[in-house]
């Protein structure tokens, strides 16, 4: 049984930077992929980022390359530098993952595993 556990969630003035983090534990190998969601209350959740085992990483037009996601495939983590923070970033950030071998990597449906979040607040 996988479990998922972020950290780094903060309150940050506009401009400001912060890192989140996520460690995996209890998978017998590398995850397919590993991303980053948010979700304000009322509102869906959303892709922010996905970073996959072979190939780069994807992320979401509002990142507008102020984020960048890594994976570390040895020690089942995953981050995301997040940079020029602006107040819209307000959210709960969950960190997700997929082990299973094949499919998407997209929609939260794609993935199977998931942290309980972290707040990330921008004023």
């Known amino acids: 049984h996988v479990q998922l556990v972020e950290s780094g969630g903060d309150s940050v003035q506009a401009g400001g930077s912060l890192r989140l983090s996520c460690t995996a534990s209890?998978?017998?190998?590398?995850?397919?992929?590993m991303g980053w969601f948010r979700q304000t209350p009322g509102n869906e959740r959303e892709r922010v980022a996905v970073?996959?085992?072979?190939?780069?990483?994807d992320y979401a037009d509002f990142v507008k390359g102020r984020f960048t996601i890594s994976q570390n495939n040895a020690k089942n983590t995953a981050e995301l530098e997040m940079s020029n923070l602006e107040p819209g970033d307000t959210a709960m950030y969950y960190c997700?993952?997929?082990?299973?071998?094949?499919?998407?990597?997209?929609?939260?449906?794609?993935?199977?595993?998931w942290g309980p979040g972290t707040q990330v607040t921008v004023s």
């Open positions: 970073a996959h085992y072979r190939r780069s990483p």
């Open positions: 997700a993952a997929d082990y299973r071998w094949g499919g998407a990597c997209e929609k939260p449906a794609d993935f199977a595993n």
């Open positions: 209890g998978a017998m190998h590398a995850a397919r992929c």
